[in-house]
T-cell receptor
Framework: GAVVSQHPSRVICKSGTSVKIECRSLDFQATTMFWYRQFPKKSLMLMATSNEGSKATYEQGVEKDKFLINHASLTLSTLTVTSAHPEDSSFYIC????????????FGPGTRLTVL | AQKVTQAQTEISVVEKEDVTLDCVYETRDTTYYLFWYKQPPSGELVFLIRRNSFDEQNEISGRYSWNFQKSTSSFNFTITASQVVDSAVYFCALTRMDSSYKLIFGSGTRLLVRP
């Protein structure tokens, strides 16, 4: 149980295009989902917290117009990187907490974005 | 403010050696959770352990053991008789016991186990 999927696993796009990454909780309902960004050989940095049915809460320094987050259902959150540039190339990881309120987060496998 | 420090950037050991990964944390909260995660080359984070601040008992799981000491704000992780498959980046993380449960990660320690 407690499986989180991400799609796509890898994406290569041209500069200026927008890219959508999906995060799904497959066997549980997630009241909260988190989006992280990881640069090569670096740690995970929390970008935003996404609660179902409400606006995402962004961490300081994260452009909300650049990284659009939508959490339309209890099993799906999406991150859209708008007008992507090469500096947006990174590994994006989502995680989800279930409705029980447990502290544990279940992580997706990550999406590697390369912007040419 | 909360902070997690993993001072060891990279560790290289020979298979079957024991290795300890250090984790020191800072928090003003009296209640919190500590975690260890493993990130193999595939990138997916693998949950290893969660420890709440009330429980200072050390834990052993197979070749893995954890030493939690509130007095020194440390939560160290030891792998006994290391194996090549243990090669990965290991992250220590901290979260508050509030509704957000935001994880604060350390910078990670890259472990290389050589045959």
């Amino acid at each position: 149980g407690a499986v989180v999927s991400q799609h796509p696993s890898r994406v290569i796009c041209k500069s200026g295009t927008s890219v959508k990454i999906e995060c799904r909780s497959l066997d549980f309902q997630a009241t909260t989902m988190f989006w992280y960004r990881q640069f090569p050989k670096k740690s995970l940095m929390l970008m935003a917290t996404s609660n179902e049915g409400s606006k995402a809460t962004y961490e300081q320094g994260v452009e909300k117009d650049k990284f659009l987050i939508n959490h339309a259902s209890l099993t799906l959150s999406t991150l859209t990187v708008t007008s992507a540039h090469p500096e947006d190339s990174s590994f994006y990881i989502c995680s989800a907490r279930d409705l029980s309120g447990s502290s544990e987060q279940f992580f997706g496998p990550g999406t590697r974005l390369t912007v040419l | 403010a909360q902070k997690v420090t993993q001072a060891q950037t990279e560790i290289s050991v020979v298979e079957k050696e024991d290795v300890t990964l250090d984790c020191v944390y800072e928090t003003r909260d009296t209640t919190y959770y500590l975690f260890w995660y493993k990130q193999p080359p595939s990138g997916e984070l693998v949950f290893l352990i969660r420890r709440n601040s009330f429980d200072e008992q050390n834990e052993i799981s197979g070749r893995y053991s954890w030493n939690f000491q509130k007095s020194t704000s440390s939560f160290n992780f030891t792998i006994t008789a290391s194996q090549v498959v243990d090669s990965a980046v290991y992250f220590c993380a901290l979260t508050r016991m509030d509704s957000s449960y935001k994880l604060i990660f350390g910078s990670g320690t890259r472990l290389l186990v050589r045959p």
